[in-house]
């Protein structure tokens, strides 16, 4: 038989197929391979005990992919929420996700939430900072379930990681998709001797045969790994029809003269929230050079 891994706490695996949740350990030979499964693994089982629906893994099928943070596979997508107001949405920290992401060739939706509270030109600043990102933004309300329509419509068919800050929502849209998250949590957790109140970890909810996400715990910091400072500009897509005009190679877009990315900023062609952020990452790499 085989399934999907959509959670693995405590040494058990609780693998998702036809016939229900079964929860399995992984053979030894795993670790003599130092192969750990991850959640979002398709994987074969061997049925033990079809009354307490247990087993074990026996297979890890070919991988997509595997994500580091957080750690998975086989993700189609990220889904990326903030909230548009209370808490105010920490720029620098989204521009981190999208890097991130788009280091690891994951396609990425940003979702914005609490479009009830929010004031137009909050909306309208958001509008105008993110919709040049190279991602698809969305804007929601979870409290009044107005958006959630559409976010249905991009998570289907596909395996999303969904994450964001604490305080922005990203629960009640869970739980307003998948109103069976929080049982299914509790029945896991009883399972294995738990209580709601352990460290979250990364898990998976069906949402149909065909369509997941993955609810990861609230992150408040995200360090680039494995980038130039040199190459951040071509994280951000907007930057690139202005890249052109730039006077010297290499240009670092910051400080030097006849810049055509700064003239993009000044001309309102480029978020200067985007520009800033740019400014901050790329003195953060060059100072991580210097050790």
């Not at 405590?10 to 079964?22: E, H, K, N, R, S």
């Not at 981190?96 to 137009?120: E, G, Y």
């Not at 107005?146 to 990681?161: A, F, M, N």
């Not at 001309?267 to 929230?273: A, E, Q, W």
Request: charged share 25%; glycine share 8%.
């Amino acid at each position: 038989m085989t399934g999907k891994i959509i959670k693995g706490i405590a040494g058990f695996y609780y693998v998702y197929t036809t016939l229900g949740l079964v929860e399995c350990k992984a053979k030894g030979v795993f670790r003599n391979k130092n192969i750990k499964p991850l959640v979002g693994d398709n994987v074969r089982v061997e049925i033990i005990d079809e009354d307490q629906m247990t087993g074990n893994i026996e297979e890890i099928l070919e991988r997509r992919n595997a994500l580091i943070r957080p750690a998975s596979a086989n993700i189609d997508q990220a889904m990326i929420i903030f909230a548009i107001t209370k808490p105010d949405p920490n720029y620098n920290l989204l521009d981190r996700f999208l890097i991130s992401m788009r280091q690891q060739n994951i396609p990425t939706v940003v979702c914005f939430n609490k479009s009830d509270i929010a004031t137009d030109d909050e909306i309208a600043e958001l509008k105008n900072a993110y919709e040049g990102c190279g991602c698809r933004v969305l804007f929601v309300s979870a409290r009044v379930e107005d958006g959630i329509g559409d976010i249905r419509e991009v998570l289907k068919g596909k395996t999303t990681v969904v994450a964001g800050p604490s305080g922005v929502g990203k629960s009640t849209i869970v739980n307003a998709l998948y109103p069976e998250a929080n049982m299914e949590t509790g029945e896991i957790s009883r399972k294995i001797e738990r209580g709601r109140h352990t460290t979250r970890h990364a898990e998976l909810f069906a949402l149909a045969d065909d369509t997941f996400i993955m609810d990861t715990p609230g992150f408040t910091s995200l360090y680039l790994t494995g980038l130039k400072k040199e190459e951040l500009w071509e994280y951000y897509p907007e930057f690139s029809a202005y890249e052109k005009n730039c006077r010297f190679g290499g240009c670092s877009h910051l400080s030097e003269p006849v810049c055509g990315i700064k003239d993009a900023v000044d001309h309102g062609l480029i978020s200067r929230i985007r520009y800033e952020n740019y400014g901050v990452l790329y003195r953060e790499l060059k100072d991580s050079e210097k050790w």
